[in-house]
């Protein structure tokens, strides 16, 4: 396929430099020479068979060199037109693989749903924030549980030794109240 493009293309080369170097011997140039060349009868012009016949010749290498070059010039345009169709299939399969390719980087899958990174961010930051909210109260709640805690123990400190000293002053007024009776019953027993 590709020899035959450039055998294609060697020809034309040929052909056309052919044609530029015999410019003044163009078919109409012929056709003036033949022309002017001619004899005049009455009110005909005669021609020499064998000039004419030369021109014919001409004209129909001209013409099927031209044919030649339409014929290899339409190969080639459908070869581009295909090469150019393939391009745009494969445009088209790599702009699909593109965008899958974007998608792809652009999203993430979280919890088995495909999201799209700012989207996924904003979830995360917001998770974040809601659990550093709920640690700030959490850790007011156990600072002022804390700081109850402590009063508590105080108080319970301070109601125990209340209590101990109530005991022991129970007790002291106990014993003070035997021993008044004690001695009373002793007063008694000696009278």
Same mark, same amino acid.
């Given at each position: 396929?590709?020899?035959?493009?450039?055998?294609?293309?060697?020809?034309?080369?040929?052909?056309?430099?052919?044609?530029?170097?015999?410019?003044?011997?163009?078919?109409?140039?012929?056709?003036?020479?033949?022309?002017?060349?001619?004899?005049?009868?009455?009110?005909?012009?005669?021609?020499?068979?064998?000039?004419?016949?030369?021109?014919?010749?001409?004209?129909?290498?001209?013409?099927?060199?031209?044919?030649?070059?339409?014929?290899?010039?339409?190969? #080639?345009?459908?070869?581009?037109?295909?090469?150019?169709?393939?391009?745009?299939?494969?445009?088209?399969?790599?702009?699909?693989?593109?965008? #899958?390719?974007?998608?792809?980087?652009?999203?993430?899958?979280?919890?088995?749903?495909?999201?799209?990174?700012?989207?996924?961010?904003?979830?995360?930051?917001?998770?974040?924030?809601?659990?550093?909210?709920?640690?700030?109260?959490?850790?007011?709640?156990?600072?002022?549980?804390?700081?109850?805690?402590?009063?508590?123990?105080?108080?319970?400190?301070?109601?125990?030794?209340?209590?101990?000293?109530?005991?022991?002053?129970?007790?002291?007024?106990?014993?003070?109240?035997?021993?008044?009776?004690?001695?009373?019953?002793?007063?008694?027993?000696?009278?």
């Amino acid at each position: 396929m590709k020899k035959a493009i450039i055998l294609s293309a060697t020809l034309l080369t040929l052909t056309l430099s052919s044609y530029s170097q015999s410019s003044t011997n163009t078919i109409e140039n012929q056709f003036n020479t033949l022309i002017s060349q001619s004899n005049n009868w009455q009110n005909y012009k005669v021609v020499e068979k064998n000039k004419f016949q030369q021109l014919q010749q001409n004209v129909k290498d001209s013409i099927n060199s031209l044919q030649t070059t339409i014929r290899q010039n339409n190969t #080639i345009v459908i070869e581009q037109k295909t090469l150019v169709d393939s391009l745009s299939n494969q445009l088209q399969v790599l702009q699909k693989d593109l965008k #899958i390719a974007i998608d792809k980087e652009n999203n993430l899958d979280f919890i088995g749903i495909s999201t799209h990174k700012s989207t996924f961010q904003i979830i995360v930051w917001s998770i974040i924030l809601i659990l550093l909210l709920i640690l700030g109260i959490l850790f007011i709640q156990f600072k002022k549980s804390y700081s109850d805690t402590k009063d508590a123990r105080k108080k319970q400190i301070e109601t125990e030794s209340e209590l101990e000293e109530y005991k022991k002053n129970s007790l002291e007024r106990e014993q003070k109240v035997r021993r008044q009776l004690q001695d009373e019953i002793n007063k008694n027993k000696r009278i």
